[in-house]
């Protein structure tokens, strides 16, 4: 069983930055797959990116392309979404997400573990 919790979310203004984390116990994120959703007030949850840890490869969504930004820690097993130019539609509860796979996928019904979110709220 892996337990994912996310933090690092806050009130930041427009322009700004966030770093957010996701920390794995349980287990190493070796071979993993590890996604980035988010979920606006309203809105059904999105994808935002993944990681493989396997090649080191990540994927965004278009929105977010050039902006965020998806790593890995390996020696602590944490991996990051660095986002920058923030702006108030990017105000949403984000999720980590974990599948034990190879993946190429954006959609979330293919990550098996998810934190329990952590707010980003982008002030205009």
């Known amino acids: 069983q892996v337990q994912l919790v996310e933090s690092g979310g806050g009130l930041v203004q427009a322009g700004g930055s966030l770093r957010l984390s996701c920390a794995a116990s349980g287990r190493t994120f070796s071979g993993y797959t590890v996604g980035w959703f988010r979920q606006a007030p309203g809105k059904e949850r999105e994808f935002v990116g993944f990681?493989?840890?396997?090649?080191?490869?990540?994927a965004y969504t278009d929105s977010v392309k050039g902006r965020f930004t998806i790593s890995r820690n390996n020696d602590n097993n944490i991996v990051y979404l660095q986002m920058t130019s923030l702006n108030p539609e990017d105000t949403a509860v984000y999720y980590c997400?974990?599948?034990?796979?190879?993946?190429?996928?954006?959609?979330?019904?293919?990550?098996?573990?998810w934190g329990q979110g952590t707010q980003v709220t982008v002030s205009s």
């Open positions: 997400a974990a599948t034990p796979r190879w993946l190429s996928s954006s959609y979330e019904n293919e990550y098996h573990y």
């Open positions: 990681i493989r840890w396997s090649d080191d490869n990540t």
